[in-house]
């Protein structure tokens, strides 16, 4: 578990079928959601593959990924989260009336690619206040520098 970054396995649950459900804690401050880490074995209880929900990270006695491939760390969530809110009010027609739901923000993260998506409802030249969606995505490999922004379905750069 340790070549794939797992520090720790807090639980552990065998379906039906013989697969486990794990839940670890990863190397870096990565955790996965609960449920999302999933342990194969063989006939011999050998681990033959771990999964990340359908990421193999793990097959044939090598890693093929880390947790941090895929998985946000909350100090990247946050960075990306302050960055997007900014990016988004310079759009805006009223960025002073911004109020973002975050309810619907999403942080993905592959091939070192991460995004978030989300809605903020603000005023239009008219008054009204109105709902947008946004989606961010920035370079983590690349000290989190912004790549792609689209607004309203209508990319931005």
């Known amino acids: 578990m340790n070549s794939i970054g797992v520090e720790s396995v807090t639980d552990a649950t065998k379906d039906e079928k013989g ?5 670890v804690t990863a190397k870096g401050g990565y955790t996965p959601e609960k449920g999302y ?10 681990v033959e593959t771990i999964k990340l929900k359908e990421i193999i990270m793990y097959k044939d ?3 093929v990924h880390q947790p941090s491939d895929y998985v946000l760390s909350v100090s990247e969530e ?4 302050r960055q997007a809110k900014e990016m988004v009010k310079k759009v ?4 002073t009336t911004a109020e973002f739901d975050y309810k619907t923000f999403r942080y993905f993260k592959l091939n070192g ?7 903020v409802d603000s005023q239009n030249s008219f008054g009204a206040m109105i709902r947008s969606n946004f989606k961010v995505q ?4 690349d000290n989190m520098k912004p790549i792609h922004m689209s607004f309203e379905g209508n990319e931005i750069f």
């Open 19 to 23: 697969m486990y459900s794990l839940n």
């Open 37 to 46: 880490t999933h342990l194969f074995l063989d006939k011999d209880n050998k």
């Open 61 to 63: 006695g090598q890693a």
């Open 78 to 81: 946050n960075q990306m989260e």
């Open 92 to 95: 805006l027609k009223a960025p």
């Open 113 to 119: 690619i991460g995004t978030i998506i989300g809605t």
């Open 138 to 141: 920035f370079d983590c490999n």
